[in-house]
Every structure is written in C-alpha cells, then in structure tokens.
C-alpha cells in the first residue's frame, strides 16, 4: 500500500535532515502541478497518455523492459499495464476523450510500464460504454480500462493492483444520465487511501458560466492549484446551478453509493481546465 507519511519515495536518508530542510524539499515537491494519468478505451483496446503541466506537454513515462534504476524522485511508483495498451504521445492532453485518435504520435506496447506518483499525481478515467456499445449510450463505466481482459464482465481487481494506492482521482462525466457500473464501485471499495474524487463536467459547458478562466497571467482560475480542475464551490450561484444540472444527478448517485459502501474520500463536481 502506498505510504501515508510525507517522506518521498526513493530518499531514504529524507527524515535525517534537519527539519528546516526537509520543509524546503517537501515544499517543492509539493508545490508544483500534479501529473495527470488519463485513461481511455480505443476499438477493444485501451489508450493512455501522461500529462505534464509544468513541461505543457506529454511525458515520457513508459519504462524500459529492465528497469534497474534506484529512484526517479516522486515518480518512483511503478504501474503495469494489463494488455495491449496505445500510448499518446502528442502535444496536447487528452482532455476530450473522443478526440485521442487525432494524435498522430502513438505506439502499441504490450503491458507496459509507466512511473507515477501513487501520492500525488492525478489519475482521469473517462467514462465509456461497455462491450464496444455507443458513445452516446448512457449505459457504461469508468473503471473499463482496469478489467482484464476490457470486456469481461466477471473480472476481478487483484489484491495488490497499483489503482489501490491512488490517492485522486478525476472521473469524467460525458452526460447527465452516466452511472457507475458495479465494477466501478467495486474498485472504488478498494481505494482504502483515496482522498479526493472529482467529477469533471465537459469543458464545452464552460460557455454557459459566468466565471470563465483567467488567461492573463498564464493559468486558469478557479482552479484547484495542483489539478487545474475548477471546483463548484469556487463558482457563484448561478453557475452552481448550471453545473448541478448537469452533473448533479451523477454526483447524488455516486454519493450514494459511498456513504452505502462506506468510502470516505471528497466528492465533487468540477469543470476542467487542463491545457486551456
């Protein structure tokens, strides 16, 4: 499971410095952007691309066959991939889960491996339908690119599978009508340290809002400072309204559903700024 304590991965010796320097380093670590993980489903295969904010572009994050390197700073989680997985290369994020295949830089890797951040980092799941259905069918899951194989509907989470020591995550919400699927919640019944989960609405939906981001100084606002998700309590009322009539049914669901099964972690609606 991943550590609770705030000694980074990798160092060690971190707790032998003075405390005046290790509130230094921590500090720089923890004040910089968070990765974000997005995963997707192609045509029966999964898609996944990692995202740098703080470089504006996609990492390079898969890692060679045999690996032996000691540490790579808070990246040193390693993540397996289960199947064929196409890895994103392009310049920008995914942030639109149906424009992915436009990215021209993309390779096929069989089970791949990636370096994370397990604390830190932000892991996006879009939701998509189930067995190769329509996108437009409301009828799907978040989780899909976590079975083995994708469309099997009796797939089990193994007991030490790298999603359970996620701390945040970011679920997509294409529609006001998606649910999650009984796998969804099972894995989300794993996630024993996961703190945070927001619900990102389509940023098409941004239009209809008063409070737009603010380009000036380089950065969106509002915007949670280590996602770059806008949050519903940061906007006025009106706004408020528009976002719960899009995603509120979804988030009165999934809140449900956690305080049925006993997941403690934050739940809210969000709009998305990544890249814009």
Same mark, same amino acid.
């Given at each position: 499971?991943?550590?609770?304590?705030? %000694?980074?991965?990798? =160092?060690?010796? =971190?707790?032998?410095?003075?405390?005046?320097? %290790?509130?230094?380093?921590?500090? *720089?670590?923890?004040?910089?952007?968070? #990765?974000?993980?997005?995963?997707?489903?192609?045509?029966?295969?999964?898609?996944?691309?990692?995202?740098?904010?703080? $470089?504006?572009?996609?990492? #390079?994050?898969?890692?060679?066959?045999?690996?032996?390197?000691?540490?790579? +700073?808070?990246?040193?989680?390693?993540?397996? =991939?289960?199947?064929?997985?196409?890895?994103?290369?392009?310049?920008?994020?995914?942030?639109?889960?149906?424009?992915?295949?436009?990215? $021209?830089?993309?390779?096929?890797?069989?089970?791949?491996?990636?370096?994370?951040?397990?604390?830190?980092?932000?892991?996006?799941?879009?939701?998509?339908?189930?067995?190769?259905?329509?996108?437009?069918?409301?009828?799907?899951?978040? *989780?899909?690119?976590?079975? $083995?194989?994708?469309?099997?509907?009796?797939?089990?989470?193994?007991?030490?599978?790298?999603?359970?020591?996620?701390?945040?995550? !970011?679920?997509?919400?294409?529609? !006001?009508?998606?649910?999650?699927?009984?796998?969804?919640?099972?894995?989300? @019944?794993? /996630?024993?340290?996961?703190?945070?989960?927001?619900?990102?609405?389509?940023?098409?939906?941004?239009?209809? /809002?008063? /409070? %737009?981001?603010?380009?000036? %100084? +380089?950065?969106?606002?509002? =915007?949670?400072?280590?996602?770059?998700?806008?949050? @519903?309590?940061?906007?006025?009322?009106?706004?408020?309204?528009?976002?719960? @009539?899009?995603?509120?049914?979804? @988030?009165?669901?999934?809140?449900?559903?956690? $305080? !049925?099964?006993?997941?403690?972690?934050?739940?809210?609606?969000?709009?998305?700024?990544?890249?814009?």
């Amino acid at each position: 499971m991943a550590d609770n304590t705030l %000694q980074p991965r990798g =160092f060690p010796q =971190f707790t032998k410095l003075p405390p005046e320097i %290790q509130l230094v380093v921590w500090g *720089f670590h923890r004040d910089r952007l968070a #990765r974000r993980h997005c995963f997707l489903i192609g045509i029966c295969h999964r898609v996944y691309e990692a995202f740098d904010p703080e $470089k504006g572009k996609t990492v #390079r994050n898969v890692l060679p066959r045999h690996d032996d390197a000691k540490s790579r +700073g808070p990246y040193n989680s390693k993540i397996r =991939f289960t199947g064929r997985v196409e890895i994103v290369f392009g310049k920008d994020p995914v942030a639109d889960a149906g424009k992915w295949y436009m990215h $021209k830089n993309t390779r096929y890797i069989n089970a791949p491996r990636v370096s994370a951040d397990l604390d830190y980092d932000l892991f996006y799941f879009h939701h998509f339908p189930y067995h190769g259905g329509y996108l437009s069918d409301p009828i799907g899951e978040w *989780f899909r690119f976590l079975r $083995k194989p994708i469309n099997r509907e009796d797939s089990r989470l193994p007991a030490n599978h790298w999603i359970t020591d996620v701390r945040y995550l !970011a679920l997509s919400v294409p529609r !006001a009508d998606c649910r999650a699927s009984e796998w969804d919640l099972q894995v989300l @019944e794993r /996630l024993k340290v996961l703190k945070a989960v927001w619900l990102v609405i389509p940023y098409a939906i941004t239009s209809r /809002l008063s /409070l %737009q981001p603010d380009k000036s %100084q +380089g950065i969106s606002k509002p =915007f949670n400072t280590s996602t770059r998700l806008a949050e @519903e309590q940061d906007y006025p009322d009106d706004d408020k309204a528009i976002l719960r @009539e899009y995603g509120g049914e979804v @988030e009165k669901s999934l809140r449900d559903e956690f $305080k !049925a099964r006993g997941i403690t972690a934050r739940l809210t609606l969000a709009v998305d700024f990544w890249g814009k």
